[in-house]
Nanobody, 119 residues
Framework: QVQLEESGGGLVQAGESLSLSCAAS????????MAWYRQVAGKQRELVGK???????NYADSAKGRFTISRDNAKNTLYLQMHSLKPEDTAVYYC?????????????WGQGTQVTVSS
């Protein structure tokens, strides 16, 4: 069982930066791929970016060049650094921890943290 807790959300102005954290409890944090997602009310949750257990990252086009995902396995923490924020980045941001059972992949999710970017 893994529990995830996001923090760091808030209200910022367009062009500013914000950093989110996701603290994980439970086993095997360092072995699991992690990801940040975001969701706007009434819309589907969308991927922001993923990081493998080894630290390889990939990002959605909307995040490339502005967002950076990192992890500290010693602290069981996932990070999302966001720069040059835009109003369209406004969403609830969720972290996820992935694990596989056989051929199937599952995810634990945090409760989310609200990010609001004003114009």
């Amino acid at each position: 069982q893994v529990q995830l807790e996001e923090s760091g959300g808030g209200l910022v102005q367009a062009g500013e930066s914000l950093s989110l954290s996701c603290a994980a409890s439970g086993r095997d944090f360092g072995r699991n791929a992690m990801a940040w997602y975001r969701q706007v009310a009434g819309k589907q949750r969308e991927l922001v970016g993923k990081i493998s257990s080894g630290g390889d990252t990939n990002y959605a086009d909307s995040a490339k060049g502005r967002f950076t995902i990192s992890r500290d396995n010693a602290k069981n923490t996932l990070y999302l650094q966001m720069h040059s924020l835009k109003p369209e980045d406004t969403a609830v941001y969720y972290c996820a921890s992935f694990f596989t059972v056989g051929l199937n992949e599952y995810a634990y999710w945090g409760q989310g943290t609200q990010v609001t970017v004003s114009s």
